[in-house]
Protein backbone atom coordinates (compact mmCIF):
# COMPACT_ATOMS: atom_id res chain seq x y z
CA UNK A 1 0.00 0.00 0.00
CA UNK A 2 1.22 3.14 -1.14
CA UNK A 3 2.20 5.57 1.57
CA UNK A 4 3.72 8.54 3.13
CA UNK A 5 4.73 9.20 6.88
CA UNK A 6 6.51 12.56 8.36
CA UNK A 7 8.27 12.37 11.33
CA UNK A 8 7.69 14.19 13.59
CA UNK A 9 4.62 15.66 14.26
CA UNK A 10 5.77 18.68 15.61
CA UNK A 11 8.75 19.90 16.65
CA UNK A 12 9.80 23.21 18.42
CA UNK A 13 12.65 24.69 17.74
CA UNK A 14 14.92 28.07 19.49
CA UNK A 15 15.88 30.22 17.05
CA UNK A 16 19.21 29.62 15.30
CA UNK A 17 18.62 26.06 16.50
CA UNK A 18 19.16 23.94 13.22
CA UNK A 19 17.23 20.65 12.69
CA UNK A 20 15.82 18.11 9.86
CA UNK A 21 12.35 16.86 8.91
CA UNK A 22 11.68 13.41 8.15
CA UNK A 23 9.32 11.90 5.35
CA UNK A 24 9.00 8.36 4.38
CA UNK A 25 7.50 6.89 1.86
CA UNK A 26 6.42 3.52 0.17
CA UNK A 27 5.14 3.61 -3.07
CA UNK A 28 5.20 2.05 -6.22
CA UNK A 29 6.91 3.80 -9.16
CA UNK A 30 7.87 7.03 -7.86
CA UNK A 31 7.69 9.82 -10.29
CA UNK A 32 8.43 12.76 -7.45
CA UNK A 33 8.87 13.94 -3.96
CA UNK A 34 7.81 17.62 -3.37
CA UNK A 35 8.03 19.65 -0.22
CA UNK A 36 5.24 22.51 0.59
CA UNK A 37 4.94 24.93 3.00
CA UNK A 38 1.63 25.78 4.80
CA UNK A 39 0.61 28.56 6.87
CA UNK A 40 -2.55 28.25 9.03
CA UNK A 41 -5.82 28.71 7.42
CA UNK A 42 -4.03 28.50 4.24
CA UNK A 43 -3.13 26.77 1.38
CA UNK A 44 0.40 24.81 1.05
CA UNK A 45 2.93 26.52 -0.88
CA UNK A 46 5.14 24.87 -3.06
CA UNK A 47 8.83 24.35 -1.94
CA UNK A 48 11.00 22.16 -3.55
CA UNK A 49 10.23 19.07 -5.96
CA UNK A 50 13.00 16.29 -5.72
CA UNK A 51 13.12 12.95 -9.15
CA UNK A 52 15.79 11.08 -8.27
CA UNK A 53 17.88 9.79 -5.06
CA UNK A 54 20.70 12.14 -4.63
CA UNK A 55 19.26 14.75 -5.89
CA UNK A 56 19.09 18.14 -3.61
CA UNK A 57 17.09 21.55 -3.44
CA UNK A 58 18.02 24.53 -1.25
CA UNK A 59 15.89 27.89 -0.88
CA UNK A 60 17.15 30.00 1.99
CA UNK A 61 17.39 28.64 5.14
CA UNK A 62 16.05 25.19 3.51
CA UNK A 63 17.60 22.31 2.24
CA UNK A 64 15.76 19.38 0.73
CA UNK A 65 17.28 15.90 -0.09
CA UNK A 66 16.48 12.83 -1.25
CA UNK A 67 17.14 9.11 -0.95
CA UNK A 68 15.43 5.90 -2.15
CA UNK A 69 13.26 5.35 0.82
CA UNK A 70 13.09 9.20 2.25
CA UNK A 71 13.44 12.94 2.39
CA UNK A 72 14.66 15.48 4.70
CA UNK A 73 14.27 19.08 5.00
CA UNK A 74 17.39 20.29 6.42
CA UNK A 75 16.17 23.99 8.17
CA UNK A 76 19.72 25.91 9.50
CA UNK A 77 19.45 28.28 11.81
CA UNK A 78 15.59 28.73 11.71
CA UNK A 79 13.98 32.24 12.53
CA UNK A 80 10.42 32.92 14.06
CA UNK A 81 8.91 33.73 10.18
CA UNK A 82 9.67 29.65 9.64
CA UNK A 83 7.34 28.26 11.61
CA UNK A 84 4.46 26.56 9.56
CA UNK A 85 3.37 22.79 8.79
CA UNK A 86 5.90 21.32 6.57
CA UNK A 87 3.76 18.96 4.16
CA UNK A 88 5.80 16.02 1.82
CA UNK A 89 4.58 14.86 -0.99
CA UNK A 90 4.63 11.76 -3.80
CA UNK A 91 3.56 11.43 -7.00
CA UNK A 92 3.20 7.68 -7.81
CA UNK A 93 2.29 5.82 -11.29
CA UNK A 94 -1.44 6.48 -12.10
CA UNK A 95 -0.80 10.05 -11.58
CA UNK A 96 -1.58 9.34 -7.91
CA UNK A 97 -0.63 12.51 -5.27
CA UNK A 98 -0.20 11.59 -1.78
CA UNK A 99 0.69 14.15 1.23
CA UNK A 100 1.83 13.44 4.53
CA UNK A 101 0.24 14.68 7.28
CA UNK A 102 3.07 17.30 7.90
CA UNK A 103 5.17 18.11 10.48
CA UNK A 104 4.34 21.32 12.71
CA UNK A 105 7.04 23.92 13.07
CA UNK A 106 7.46 26.19 16.01
CA UNK A 107 10.30 28.51 16.21
CA UNK A 108 10.81 30.54 19.29
CA UNK A 109 12.46 33.78 19.23
CA UNK B 1 -0.87 35.21 -3.93
CA UNK B 2 -0.97 32.21 -5.84
CA UNK B 3 -2.72 33.51 -8.58
CA UNK B 4 -5.76 30.42 -8.08
CA UNK B 5 -9.13 31.75 -6.47
CA UNK B 6 -11.38 29.96 -4.98
CA UNK B 7 -14.92 30.85 -3.93
CA UNK B 8 -16.62 31.40 -1.72
CA UNK B 9 -14.05 31.45 1.61
CA UNK B 10 -16.81 30.41 3.64
CA UNK B 11 -19.66 28.27 3.85
CA UNK B 12 -22.46 26.95 6.53
CA UNK B 13 -25.03 24.66 5.03
CA UNK B 14 -27.23 21.98 6.37
CA UNK B 15 -27.05 17.94 6.64
CA UNK B 16 -28.58 16.90 3.38
CA UNK B 17 -28.18 20.07 1.39
CA UNK B 18 -26.18 20.29 -1.38
CA UNK B 19 -23.13 23.22 -2.34
CA UNK B 20 -21.06 23.96 -5.21
CA UNK B 21 -17.51 25.37 -4.41
CA UNK B 22 -15.70 26.76 -7.43
CA UNK B 23 -12.04 27.33 -8.78
CA UNK B 24 -10.71 29.61 -10.96
CA UNK B 25 -6.83 28.25 -11.81
CA UNK B 26 -3.65 30.44 -12.28
CA UNK B 27 -4.12 31.58 -15.91
CA UNK B 28 -2.68 29.26 -18.61
CA UNK B 29 -2.60 26.26 -16.22
CA UNK B 30 -4.60 23.20 -17.73
CA UNK B 31 -4.84 20.91 -14.67
CA UNK B 32 -7.09 21.66 -11.67
CA UNK B 33 -6.82 19.35 -8.74
CA UNK B 34 -9.14 19.03 -5.79
CA UNK B 35 -8.36 18.01 -2.08
CA UNK B 36 -10.22 17.90 1.18
CA UNK B 37 -8.23 18.79 4.42
CA UNK B 38 -9.74 17.75 7.78
CA UNK B 39 -8.58 17.87 11.15
CA UNK B 40 -7.99 14.16 11.66
CA UNK B 41 -6.97 13.05 8.05
CA UNK B 42 -4.91 15.70 6.27
CA UNK B 43 -4.82 16.61 3.18
CA UNK B 44 -6.54 13.88 0.76
CA UNK B 45 -6.62 13.90 -3.02
CA UNK B 46 -10.25 14.23 -4.83
CA UNK B 47 -10.10 14.67 -7.99
CA UNK B 48 -7.77 16.09 -10.94
CA UNK B 49 -8.93 17.42 -14.27
CA UNK B 50 -6.10 18.39 -17.19
CA UNK B 51 -7.65 20.35 -20.14
CA UNK B 52 -11.20 19.68 -19.27
CA UNK B 53 -10.58 15.97 -19.09
CA UNK B 54 -10.67 13.94 -15.68
CA UNK B 55 -7.24 12.49 -15.22
CA UNK B 56 -6.77 10.94 -11.41
CA UNK B 57 -9.43 10.00 -8.91
CA UNK B 58 -8.65 9.85 -5.50
CA UNK B 59 -10.81 8.48 -2.84
CA UNK B 60 -13.60 11.01 -3.64
CA UNK B 61 -16.94 9.97 -2.51
CA UNK B 62 -20.16 8.86 -4.77
CA UNK B 63 -21.89 11.97 -3.53
CA UNK B 64 -19.12 14.04 -4.95
CA UNK B 65 -18.80 15.12 -8.30
CA UNK B 66 -16.71 17.44 -10.33
CA UNK B 67 -15.88 18.98 -13.64
CA UNK B 68 -13.56 21.29 -15.55
CA UNK B 69 -15.15 23.77 -18.10
CA UNK B 70 -13.86 25.19 -21.23
CA UNK B 71 -12.93 28.47 -19.93
CA UNK B 72 -11.07 25.85 -17.55
CA UNK B 73 -12.55 26.68 -14.08
CA UNK B 74 -13.52 24.04 -12.25
CA UNK B 75 -16.04 23.27 -9.81
CA UNK B 76 -16.76 20.69 -6.74
CA UNK B 77 -20.27 19.53 -6.48
CA UNK B 78 -21.04 17.79 -3.00
CA UNK B 79 -24.72 16.92 -2.27
CA UNK B 80 -26.64 15.10 0.87
CA UNK B 81 -24.04 16.68 3.02
CA UNK B 82 -22.79 15.10 6.21
CA UNK B 83 -21.36 16.49 9.31
CA UNK B 84 -18.28 15.03 8.60
CA UNK B 85 -17.90 16.52 5.33
CA UNK B 86 -16.91 19.77 7.13
CA UNK B 87 -13.52 20.42 6.49
CA UNK B 88 -10.90 22.69 4.16
CA UNK B 89 -11.18 22.08 0.27
CA UNK B 90 -8.24 23.32 -1.84
CA UNK B 91 -8.21 23.45 -5.38
CA UNK B 92 -4.75 23.49 -6.91
CA UNK B 93 -3.71 24.39 -10.49
CA UNK B 94 -0.84 23.34 -12.44
CA UNK B 95 0.27 24.35 -16.35
CA UNK B 96 0.77 20.63 -17.31
CA UNK B 97 -0.45 17.16 -15.87
CA UNK B 98 2.44 16.37 -13.38
CA UNK B 99 1.72 17.69 -10.12
CA UNK B 100 -0.69 20.74 -8.33
CA UNK B 101 2.35 24.14 -7.84
CA UNK B 102 -0.78 26.49 -6.92
CA UNK B 103 -3.44 26.17 -4.28
CA UNK B 104 -5.76 28.16 -3.34
CA UNK B 105 -6.59 29.91 -0.35
CA UNK B 106 -9.24 26.98 -0.01
CA UNK B 107 -13.10 26.97 0.86
CA UNK B 108 -13.82 25.83 4.88
CA UNK B 109 -17.22 24.34 4.52
CA UNK B 110 -19.30 23.77 7.85
CA UNK B 111 -22.30 21.20 7.97
CA UNK B 112 -24.29 21.76 11.01
Known amino acids: EDQVTQSPEALRLQEGESSSLNCSYTVSGLRGLFWYRQDPGKGPEFLFTLYSAGEEKEKERLKATLTKKESFLHITAPKPEDSATYLCAVSATGNQFYFGTGTSLTVIP | DSGVTQTPKHLITATGQRVTLRCSPR?????VYWYQQSLDQGLQFLIQYYNGEERAKGNILERFSAQQFPDLHSELNLSSLELGDSALYFC???????????FGQGTRLTVV
Open chain 2, 27 to 31: SGDLS
Open chain 2, 92 to 102: ASSPRDRWPAF
